[in-house]
C-alpha cells in the first residue's frame, strides 16, 4: 500500500523556482501569463505556490503559506515543447482532466531534471 494509505507524510522529492503559465483548462485554451513559481513535488502531486521572492517578506511564513494550486500527477503526460514559446527549455504537463501547464527554466540541468524526476512519478504511478 502507498504511504499516504498509512497516514505517513508524503515524501518530499524535489522543490525549487520555476517559470509557469497554465495553457488549457479542461482542454480550453487560456491565455499564456508567465509568472515564476515555487514548485514542490509531494507524493503524486506537484504543488505551485506564489514565488516567495516577490512577495512582501513580512507576509512571506513558510509554514503558514497557501498553495496557488495543485497537480494530480496520476495519469499525466510530460513532454518537451519548445515549440510552444519563445522560450528555452520548455516542458508541458498535460492533467489527466486537460488542465495543460508550462514549466520553463532558463538552466538546462535544472528543467532537464525537473523532467526526469516528474516523469518517474508518473511512471511509477502508471504501474500501480
Ligand atoms: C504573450 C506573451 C507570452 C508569449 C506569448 C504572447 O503576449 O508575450 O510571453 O509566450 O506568445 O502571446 P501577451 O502578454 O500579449 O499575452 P512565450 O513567452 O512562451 O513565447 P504565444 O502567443 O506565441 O504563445
Redesign the pocket.
Same mark, same amino acid.
Given at each position: 500500500s502507498s504511504p499516504d494509505s498509512e497516514g505517513v507524510t508524503p515524501e518530499l522529492e524535489k522543490a525549487g523556482l520555476l517559470n509557469k503559465?497554465k495553457i488549457a483548462e479542461g482542454g480550453r485554451k487560456l491565455?499564456?501569463n508567465?509568472n515564476p513559481s515555487w514548485v514542490v513535488l509531494v507524493g503524486n502531486s506537484l504543488v505551485f505556490f506564489k514565488d516567495p521572492k516577490s512577495q512582501n517578506p513580512e507576509s512571506w511564513k513558510p509554514g503558514n503559506s497557501r498553495p496557488e494550486s495543485s497537480v494530480d500527477l496520476r495519469g499525466a503526460q510530460l513532454q518537451w515543447a519548445n515549440d /510552444? *514559446? *519563445?522560450?528555452k527549455n520548455?516542458f508541458k504537463l498535460r492533467t489527466i482532466t486537460g488542465n495543460e501547464f /508550462?514549466l520553463q527554466s532558463e538552466t538546462d540541468s535544472l528543467i532537464r531534471e525537473w523532467y526526469r524526476t516528474i516523469q518517474n512519478v508518473i511512471d511509477r504511478l502508471d504501474k500501480e
Open positions: 503559465t491565455r499564456k508567465w /510552444l *514559446s *519563445s522560450k520548455v /508550462l
